[in-house]
DNA sequence: GCAACTGTACTAGTCGTATAATACAGTCAA
DNA sequence: TTGACTGTATTATACGACTAGTACAGTTGC
């Protein structure tokens, strides 16, 4: 079953998008694993204090990327293999990077500052 | 006179706090310096090409937090000083850099791994 | 079989983002 | 002074995110 503990809902983002984030970089990370049950909409639904309907709209969107499969009556499971985390990483991974290289620059950051930023601040992040 | 060249909006969050951080970290990088002149909101609404009332939110909250100084007549202008610019560095760069790190931790990335991928994508980001 | 769960679907309402159109007052250069 | 700019304010409309409530059908364990 896979577990909601680590899920921080931060304010200006949909949540159904932190949700869809969620699951995809607990795959990436390996902690989320091909086969692995879900929570129930009405349960996760209930466990975040937010509406069913958000839930069900973001388990919506991990079916049509063919992330998990549902079943009238039975609970949601990941269906994962090599090429899709894969693809993930190159969606999740490059594009966080990307997005946070473009605004170090912006900042006037140079390349060895950001480095020693993201060093320095690792431990300080709590997973 | 403050230029929008380097502006590229994305989908996903308000432009309205686009506009925001992009002036917040232009003064962080020093290239938006005191005084400098804001372009007009009717002027920048035409060259983003979106509304003037989206522009005037913008301006609105930069004032609220005293970044910029508007009379009605004049161009709006900057009013930076050392103390507003480290303010803005601790807030913008700190949160930029948290939120990357969080993210990179969630996906199973070390800390060595995340320097190389920051430093192997610093080249292709472009300013 | 039955009860309690599961996924799925629908309508209605609130709130924030953004657009659209308009109006009024202050500044400034010609 | 006059006209073209400036900031500021108001109202109306559209759309997506999210909430709220309800309904129905399939699965599972007793």
Redesign the interface.
């Known amino acids: 079953m896979i577990t909601f503990d680590?899920f921080k809902p931060t304010e200006?983002?949909p949540i159904y998008?932190q949700i869809l984030l969620?699951i995809k970089?607990?795959a990436?990370?390996?902690?989320i694993r091909n086969g692995d049950e879900l929570p129930s909409r009405r349960v996760l639904s209930a466990l975040l204090g937010i509406n069913p309907n958000t839930v069900q709209k973001a388990f919506k969107m991990l079916e049509d990327e063919a992330l998990i499969e549902s079943q009238a009556g039975a609970k949601s499971t990941m269906t994962l293999d090599g090429e899709k985390i894969a693809k993930l990483?190159e969606e999740?991974?490059?594009e966080?990077?990307?997005s946070?290289?473009?605004?170090?620059?912006?900042?006037?950051?140079s390349?060895e500052e950001?480095?020693r930023?993201?060093?320095e601040?690792?431990e300080?992040?709590?997973?």
Chains 1, 2 share one sequence.
């Open positions: 680590a200006g983002t998008q969620y970089r607990g990436i990370a390996g902690t990483r999740v991974l490059r966080d990077i990307r946070i290289a473009t605004a170090l620059r912006q900042m006037g950051i390349r950001a480095i930023l993201l060093s601040n690792w300080e992040t709590e997973s």
